[in-house]
T-cell receptor, first 116, second 111 residues
């Protein structure tokens, strides 16, 4: 199956700093990528839909200025958590859909963010 | 938007027994329903999926059924093994082709 690479797998940062997470589709072109957030023992909550070459679509309640998404190429989307605070600590995971009509989603390995 | 309900939240079975997890969805336009297995700290892994033009799909010990009229779909695991222990998520695709997930079922298979 298709491979989605996510980096870094774990990051610890100080409150007030920004953190960038990368999501790459390794063997396919992803016109659309999705960013999810998962708290311990909870479900995956969709944060935003990232479309190559256009602005991301954010879900209700997700601050677009807080979680900056860039999808500049067909193989790379980035999520930047700006001015991170302890409440932003979570497991962030991206997923990518190959092509435009195939619903199968492939997930990255996730990034565990801990803000001190 | 799509709302996916999943039950039960926890399920404990003995090795060899069957496990059933049920989900309902709200958007009648949803047409793709995958099931994911997630082990602690790992990415969700697709284990089986079903499209709305099919009522049942089976892959070895795993099967999924879909009742489109009632907007129900279920995961069935037969002959459970300890390595089946994990959190299972159902999902339904929304109009933007993103997946909306259920809240998950923590399955424990005891030897």
């Amino acid at each position: 199956g298709a491979v989605v690479s996510q980096h870094p797998s774990r990051v610890i940062c100080k409150s007030g700093t920004s953190v960038k997470i990368e999501c790459r589709s390794l063997d396919f072109q992803a016109t659309t990528m999705f960013w999810y957030r998962q708290f311990p023992k909870k479900s995956l909550m969709l944060m935003a839909t990232s479309n190559e070459g256009s602005k991301a679509t954010y879900e209700q309640g997700v601050e677009k200025d807080k979680f900056l998404i860039n999808h500049a190429s067909l193989t790379l989307s980035t999520l930047t958590v700006t001015s991170a605070h302890p409440e932003d600590s979570s497991f962030y995971i991206c997923s990518a859909r190959e092509g435009t009509a195939n619903e199968k989603l492939f997930f990255g390995s996730g990034t565990q963010l801990s803000v001190l | 938007g799509e709302n996916v309900e999943q039950h039960p939240s926890t399920l404990s079975v003995q090795e060899g027994d069957s496990a059933v997890i049920k989900c309902t969805y709200s958007d009648s336009a949803s047409n793709y329903f995958p099931w994911y297995k997630q082990e602690l700290g790992k990415r969700p892994q697709l284990i089986i999926d079903i499209r709305s033009n099919v009522g049942e799909k089976k892959d070895q010990r795993i099967a999924v059924t879909l009742n489109k009229t009632a907007k129900h779909f279920s995961l069935h695991i037969t002959e459970t093994q300890p390595e089946d222990s994990a959190v299972y998520f159902c999902a339904a695709v929304n109009s933007g082709y993103a997946l909306n997930f259920g809240k998950g079922t923590s399955l424990l298979v005891t030897p």
